[in-house]
Nanobody, 112 residues
Framework: VVLVESGGGLVQPGGSLRLSCAAW????????MAWYRQAPGKQRDMVASIVSGHTNYADSVKDRFTISRANGKSDLQMDNLLPEDTAVYYCQLRRASGEEYWGQGTQVTVSS
């Protein structure tokens, strides 16, 4: 499976961005699709995940970010962005068996 992210960029605080992740290969309904982010000097943390219609969010992005999924594609709608949301965002696909696939990452910068 190859994951390709798009939609990153520079946005002012309070603005919005929509990230997209397209999966090329076999994707199953039991697979979890998730978004992670990694800021410079920090660990990679989960932002949001979705599987079988069930979603999960990090506390820091609840009520601001929305994850969605349609077949092998996942979007992350990010609203009311804050400077601390600046990071490289990665798409992940995780099989029920535990096997993981990662995208190459897309930079999101929130700055005035």
């Amino acid at each position: 499976v190859v994951l390709v992210e798009s939609g990153g960029g520079l946005v002012q605080p309070g603005g919005s961005l929509r990230l997209s992740c397209a999966a090329w290969g076999s994707v199953f309904i039991s697979d979890t699709m998730a978004w992670y982010r990694q800021a410079p000097g920090k660990q990679r943390d989960m932002v949001a995940s979705i599987v079988s219609g069930h979603t999960n969010y990090a506390d820091s992005v609840k009520d601001r970010f929305t994850i969605s999924r349609a077949n092998g594609k996942s979007d992350l709608q990010m609203d009311n962005l804050l400077p601390e949301d600046t990071a490289v965002y990665y798409c992940q696909l995780r099989r029920a068996s535990g096997e993981e696939y990662w995208g190459q990452g897309t930079q999101v910068t929130v700055s005035s």
